[in-house]
């Protein structure tokens, strides 16, 4: 299964469900797209539920750079919500979670944004 | 490891297309041969990922997509460890200068964590020029944790 993605909003704050694998090629590059066409309709609260993604490479994790440093280029916010334990673990070991502003609860983390 | 393996020994070998269809293929060939040498989830994921970066090298940074250029992909099961060796035809780059990504000025740079992944999930890791042109990595996780 490669990625998919599901764009919601919960007032004025963007969630974008993902499932499945980000990985070079499809996966990163559906992610990539998403991510511009919210920040061109000039969203800037965007959270990114990662709960169902099973799997992330080295490609996965600089879309989700990229996207962060587009987003907040553009005076925007980006989050990451639910991360599992891989996932965790990876951006750990990168030294990216603490880059990242990460939460476990959707209704906390849609307050957070200021 | 799961304690109750008991795995036979085992090598393939392919000849792989420089595609990203290749990537998948020899990730879920070697996830599956380490399955079958008794790995466990943590350590399949890491195998896994381990060989999608070094093939994601192979294919793309190595021989650039070149449909007349081949990735050669090694995976053997001794029963002690499992040994993936990946080669590939291109030119061959610097790999003791690569940039540190964990350095806090590389920390948003989009690309260059493969080999630090890499080196974090596997035992061994090693990477030379081949003669013939082009890189080979050798990936080793073992068996038996030390």
Redesign the interface.
């Known amino acids: 299964m490669s990625v998919k993605l599901n764009t919601r909003q919960v007032g004025d704050v963007s969630v974008i469900d993902v499932a499945g694998r980000i990985t070079l090629g499809e996966g990163s590059s559906t992610l990539r797209d998403a991510l511009r066409e919210l920040v061109g309709k000039n969203h800037k609260k965007i959270l990114l539920n990662l709960g169902e993604v099973s799997y992330i490479d080295s490609s996965g994790i600089g879309e989700l750079v990229s996207g962060f440093t587009t987003v907040t280029n553009s005076g925007g916010q980006l989050k990451l919500l639910n991360l599992n334990k891989r996932v965790k673990d990876l951006l750990q070991i990168t030294k990216l979670y603490t880059v990242f502003d990460v939460h476990d609860d959707e209704a906390g983390a849609v307050r957070s944004f200021s | 490891m799961r304690e109750d393996s008991r795995s036979v020994p085992e090598t393939v070998e392919r000849f792989l297309d420089s595609t ?1 269809e290749s ?1 998948d293929s020899a990730e879920e060939l070697t996830v599956g041969l380490a399955q079958r040498a008794g790995f466990d989830d943590d350590d399949l ?1 890491k195998i896994g ?1 381990a060989v ?2 070094s093939m ?1 090298n192979a294919v ?1 940074h190595g021989n650039r997509y070149n449909a007349h250029k081949k990735v050669r992909l090694s995976v053997t099961n001794n029963g002690a460890r499992l040994t993936v060796r990946i080669s590939d035809q291109g030119e061959g780059f610097d790999f003791e200068n690569l940039p540190d ?2 350095a806090e000025d590389n ?5 260059g ?2 080999i ?2 890499i080196r ?1 999930f596997m035992d061994e890791f090693r990477i030379q020029r081949l003669e013939t042109g082009g890189m080979e990595v050798t990936l080793v996780k073992y068996s038996v944790s030390k």
Not at chain 2, 107 to 111: A, G, K
Request: glycine share 4%.
């Open positions: 990203l990537v994921m990922l999608r970066e994601v793309v990504p964990l920390l948003l740079r989009t690309s964590r493969g630090f992944l974090s």
